[in-house]
Every structure is written in structure tokens, then in C-alpha cells.
């Protein structure tokens, strides 16, 4: 195949001159589309520098490769225009995809022309093995109808050898206050670790898919797998402890699971490989082009990082807040970040108010729903058992649009990730 590493060194040079065009090749490309090995390894350094949240520019990078002479490096600013980098980018995956498919070609013929005979069906399964491994590591939102075949072979993989190491609201009373999640709005739901923020965010993902609502779930905080494991438990009423341990399930524990099927029909896509804002934007404008978008929610806010440098974290955060609003309008989707409290409301016994939202005052301020769940028995009764269900206080603490500072008495059936009212 003829190659000429010109296009690979042009994404190169936009990288390390332009942020947008940092973000968009990041975001198209993996460092072993790169055939030329000096362009992949800086491809493969600007990914972790943007990981960390900072900038990716000649100093950065060579601050990490300084075995590249930066003379060298500065070279590549040479090839390219930034506002181009999306034609480069399609050329240089183009290129990826066809050297790959020219791998795949010789290994099947290699099966097929193998001195030891093997049943079709088995060459043919090989094959198609290799034909799906060709740019299999792509980063990409994973739909969960994908991603359930190889959670029920974790599940029972980890049967056998045991567990030796994851619209509408859709609960009445909250729908009612709030008129549900609105095209535009940023809603924030907050609360203190372990109270079930996550597990309501997934409820609502859940019932916005049953009524044929596309969801995009960015998650921080877990990896696919173990969203998946919530939202089985809370769809089967499995207990998470025995989705955890299967060596443990009995019969009637399997054909329960089962039901867990009728996910894989969710247009529920799980993104967990993302880490700024910035990364979040340019996908969410992506994916609205290509088409309906009815929910995004982000896992949870103050994990996420902004591309730059800032004077304080709390600067950071502010700047996330605001990206976040201002995508929900821009692109006219309800955006739901779930964000953690401080320990104040803790510390002094009374309920959460806007100000205990963590790293930032610009939440309160650019949501236009804030939602914060307290529970009322933690810390008391340290010697009586909590309660079961918990019950669990869901404060509007803040509503652009109609009554605030008004609450709802929830019951959460933690053990299977459940709110009901």
C-alpha cells in the first residue's frame, strides 16, 4: 500500500497550534492510526496532556518528549491548516482502516490456505473475528444493546470462579414541580456521597428510554460495566449484592436476570472514556448532527476537567458549570449533571442549600434546576439499624421556572438502585 505520513504530520501541526483542532483530532482519531511511529507517539502524549486538563502546545508535549528535539517537533506547524483538520483527519483514518483491512486480508488467507483442515463454520468465525477487530478499539459512545452480551458473560464468568476482587424524571411529584427535563435547560441534582444521586440519574435515564427517548450518558465516576449492573439490578429487582457475587444466585436468581434483556433494545448509548467539557461539547455537536439527541447526563460534574489553565479549582469548576449551560442551549437539549456537596450541611445539622454545592457558586447560578437529596436519619440513632427503604428528602433547591425550595419525602431501595415516591 502506498503511504505518504504528510497528512498524519499535518493533524500533527494543528494539534500543537490550535485547541479546537486538538479536541476534534482527539476526539476522530487513536494513536495507532498514526502508520508514521514519531506522530503517534506525540498523538498518543496529547491525549494524556488533555486528560490532565491542560493544553497541548509544543511546550507541553516536549516537556514530556524532550528525546524529540523541539526543533524537530516545531516542524510539523509547517503542514496544515487548522480550519482543514477534519479533511485530515477522515484521510488519515481512511488510511488506518485500509492498512488494517490489508492485515486482515493476509491473516484469512492465511486461515483458508492453512495445511490443517478446519470445518467451515470455524473459519468462517475466525475470520469475521479479524474482520471485527479492524479499528475494534475506536473511542466511541457504546451502545448498551452492545455492551450486554459481554456483561451477562461477565456475570457468568464470575459465577464460576467467584467475585475475588457497576424527558420526565419519572417520579410524579417531581415531574409536577419541575415540568420534567426541558430542551435547553441545565438541571443539577447534588447530594453528599452514598445517597443515590447516581442511582436516580440511571432511573431517569431508564424511564426516558422506555418512552423511546435517545439518552448519552458521560460517566466519571464508574466504567460501563458497573452502570450496567446498576441498571439491572434497579430493572430485574435483583439485589446489586448478588449481580456482584453470581456464584451466589440460585435458579430462580438466573431467570430473573433474564428480563435484563429487554435493555439491549434502549437507545441508551454509555460514554466513559471522556474527561473535559471540552471533549463533551464537540461529541454532543456531533451527535446532534448525525441526529435526535433527547437527554445527556454527566456523572458527575466536578470529575470533569476544562481544557486550560485556571487560577483555582473553583475558577475550573465555574467554567464547566457555564460550558455545560451553555451547550444545553445552544444545541436545545435538557442537560443533567449529577455534582457533589460540601460537608457543611453535615457538619452544622440542617438540610443542603445552594451554597454547599462543592468547588463553585456558578452551579446555583447557571442551573436552572437544582436538585439536592438529603437523608434525614444519617448520623442519628447511631445504635438502631437505618431505615429500609431510606428515606430520602428531594429538595428543589432552585426552579427558573416555577416553585422553589419545596421537597419531596422519597423511598430508596438502595440494594436495588429504586426510588419511588
Known sequence: MSYDNTTERAVIGCLLVSKEACLYSLDALKPTDFLDAQCSLIFKTAVEIVKKGDDVDLITVHSILNGINIGVMAKYTDYGLPSAVGLYCRKVKDDSIRFQLLNAGKKIAGIANAEVSQPAE?????????????????????????????????????????????????????????????????????????????????????????????????????NAEQIIQRMVSSETGLHIAKLRNPEHMKDADWFTLANANKLCGMQLEIIDDIYTVEHINLRMRKEVQKGRVDLVIVDYLQLLKSAGKHSSRYEEVSNISRQLKIMSQGLKIPVLALAQLNRANEKEDRLPVLSDL????????????????????????????????????????????????????????????????
Open 122 to 222: 470455524d473459519m468462517k468465525a475466525a475470520a469475521m473475528a479479524i474482520i471485527k477487530d479492524v479499528d475494534s478499539d475506536t473511542q466511541k459512545a457504546s451502545l448498551i444493546g452492545d455492551l450486554m452480551p459481554g456483561y451477562f458473560q461477565s456475570v457468568n464468568d464470575r459465577a464460576k470462579i467467584g467475585n475475588k476482587t457497576g424527558g420526565l424524571y419519572g417520579i410524579r411529584e417531581l415531574d409536577n414541580i419541575t415540568g420534567g427535563l426541558r430542551p435547553g435547560e441545565f438541571t443539577v441534582i447534588a447530594a453528599r456521597p452514598s445517597i443515590g444521586k447516581t442511582a436516580i440519574a440511571l432511573q431517569i435515564a431508564l424511564y426516558s428510554c422506555k418512552n423511546s427517548r435517545r439518552v448519552m450518558l458521560f460517566s466519571l465516576e464508574m
Open 358 to 421: 462543592r468547588d463553585s457558586g456558578s452551579i446555583e447560578q447557571d442551573a436552572d434546576i437544582v436538585i439536592m437529596l438529603h437523608n434525614p436519619d444519617l448520623g442519628k440513632n447511631a445504635s438502631q439499624p437505618p431505615p429500609s427503604p431510606a428515606r430520602i428528602e428531594a429538595l428543589v433547591r432552585k426552579n427558573r421556572h416555577g416553585e422553589g425550595n419545596v421537597g419531596v419525602l422519597l423511598k430508596y431501595y438502595k440494594g436495588t438502585q429504586m426510588f419511588t415516591d
